[in-house]
């Protein structure tokens, strides 16, 4: 990537952010009349925000899957088909890998560089453990300010214009934009200007070179060499994963655990949503109490890498032993001795024996059973419920404190 302003990625951003007309097409013409052609056909890309730009459609971008960078077609594709569930998506995919014919392949996401690439693109988050940063100037350091500078105008949108676009939760774009930007000493000494460390290097370097003398004047001892400190990028702590049950049966599904678990009120879920994952946040005072934690809701780990059990945090699950025949544990004995079960069912009502043969490795609440908005004493019986909800993330957080989650740091293994 030559610049910030031609950068695939920035410019998609960009055109997200502002509504901006984004084109396939068959030309690099960019007036205003150029055809618009299906993906497959395509072979540029039109941006109309910020500038009228045309990238190559097959061009490469700074988001980087199994040490490849990832096509501008595939981000595109991905972005087009961000609503729908994962199986839709790689269904879809195919379809059009096949009608590509060799001429080129959609990479296909797995979900959690699905959800980073969708929520990096709607501007809910300004970093992402995907994407590289844009090529340095010559002698190494980052782009140049200016570049920067100049990316940041359009691609940085406030936390009220975010709240506002997509499908993004109003609450969710809040607290990421209150979030502590995590950095190192140039960032925090010079904001956004890099620091080039070369002419402190030649300055350094007689002394570097120096040999040590035994003491000083006032008799403390002088080192025998000079470090300079290097200048390396924060590393970044991975989002943690909780698995819901897909049985039609569990009373949590993903259109209605965001809700119970963010708002401490439960209703019924909708069994017609196709939503596949979500995230949420939450503040882990025993781990970090200065940010909210991010944690990613999937109901499958159809798409997991291996590493991706390491991030596994809990399991909500009805019993049913086919939940887990694509786990990396499909025992549940041994599945729970590695990660946290959560079981909801209705107070008065014996869990499953199932559940009950999990033991204590299994967390079982109850929640008041559901009566329609209009019953008298519906809502009153609904205050429990956070109740309920605390409950279940102190279990979370005990366990995720001993497997070894830190302020900015991850288990390796569970």
Request: aromatic fraction near 8%; charge should be positive.
């Amino acid at each position: 990537m030559a610049s910030a302003e031609a950068d695939p990625l920035l410019l998609l951003r960009q055109s997200i952010a502002s509504g901006g007309a984004i084109i396939p097409t068959t030309t690099s013409d960019t007036s205003p009349n150029a055809p618009e052609v299906p993906l497959a056909q395509a072979t540029h890309l039109h941006f109309t925000h910020p500038q009228r730009v045309a990238i190559p459609i097959d061009a490469p971008t700074r988001f980087v899957s199994n040490d490849s960078p990832v096509d501008l077609r595939s981000i595109y594709f991905a972005w087009l088909n961000r609503e729908i569930a994962i199986p839709e998506y790689n269904a879809s995919a195919t379809k059009l890998n096949d009608e590509l014919a060799g001429a080129a392949v959609v990479h296909k996401f797995a979900f959690v560089e699905r959800l980073d690439l969708i929520t990096w693109l709607e501007g809910a988050s300004e970093e992402s453990e995907y994407i590289k940063p844009l090529t340095g100037d010559k002698d190494g350091a980052p782009a140049s300010a200016a570049a920067v500078a100049a990316a940041s105008k359009t691609v940085l949108v406030s936390s009220s214009a975010r709240a506002g676009r997509g499908t993004l939760d109003p609450r969710l774009a809040q607290i990421y934009s209150g979030e502590r930007r995590m950095g190192d000493r140039n960032t925090a000494l010079r904001g956004i200007k890099p620091t080039d460390f070369s002419h402190v290097r030649k300055l350094a370097q007689p002394f570097m070179s120096r040999k040590p003398t035994s003491s000083t004047n006032n008799g403390s001892s002088i080192p025998s060499s000079v470090s300079i400190p290097s200048h390396q990028k924060p590393v970044r702590r991975p989002d943690p994963i909780i698995l819901l049950s897909p049985s039609a049966s569990s009373l949590l599904r993903m259109s209605n655990v965001k809700a119970f678990l963010e708002g401490g009120r439960y209703t019924p879920p909708d069994h017609n949503s196709t939503t596949s994952m979500l995230h949420l946040s939450r503040v882990m005072k025993d781990i970090d109490p200065s940010r909210p934690m991010r944690f990613i809701l999937v109901e499958g780990p159809e798409q997991f890498k291996p590493e991706y059990w390491n991030r596994v945090v809990a399991v909500f699950t009805t019993g049913q032993a086919w939940q887990f025949k694509n786990y990396r544990w499909s025992n549940p004995g041994d599945l729970f001795k590695h990660v946290l079960g959560v079981y909801l069912g209705w107070r008065g009502e014996q869990p499953p024996e199932a559940i009950k043969s999990y033991g204590h490795r299994v967390q079982a609440c109850s929640i008041e059973k559901w009566r329609d908005t209009g019953a008298p004493g519906a809502e009153s019986s609904r205050w429990r419920d956070r109740e309920v909800v605390e409950q279940i993330w102190k279990a979370i957080e005990v366990n995720m404190r001993a497997k070894g989650w830190r302020k900015d740091a991850a288990p390796t293994s569970i």
